[in-house]
């Protein structure tokens, strides 16, 4: 079994910054990916950005390029989500996800944390 554990959501100004974290606990030794998803009021879930674990590959939606950097520290089973010039259309409840099965699918995925971004 695995736990998933957000943190770091809060309320910002449009253009403001938050940095999101994310541990990961339990049976974590064969950990494919951890990644980040989002879900706002009466959207469906969508990806953020992915990190591969072993080789750090990142991967990111349209349109986190260039505003959100997601990084790992292996040592801590912990990924980070750096989050700049944030927009109102931003604000979602932001949950983080592992693999550790295969890397095709995420297994576990955390309660979520929430983000708003005013204007």
């Known amino acids: 079994q695995v736990q998933v554990v957000e943190s770091g959501g809060g309320l910002v100004q449009a253009g403001g910054s938050l940095r999101l974290s994310c541990a990961a606990s339990?049976?974590?030794?064969?950990?494919?990916?951890m990644g980040w998803a989002r879900q706002a009021p009466g959207k469906e879930r969508e990806s953020v950005a992915s990190i591969n674990w072993s080789e750090g590959t990142t991967y990111y939606s349209d349109f986190a390029t260039g505003r959100f950097t997601i990084s790992r520290d292996t040592g801590l089973n912990t990924i980070y989500l750096q989050m700049d010039n944030l927009k109102p259309e931003d604000t979602a409840l932001y949950y983080c996800?592992?693999?550790?099965?295969?890397?095709?699918?995420?297994?576990?995925w955390g309660q979520g944390t929430q983000v708003t971004v005013s204007t």
């Open positions: 996800a592992i693999a550790v099965r295969s890397p095709a699918d995420y297994d576990y």
């Open positions: 339990g049976r974590t030794f064969t950990t494919y990916a």
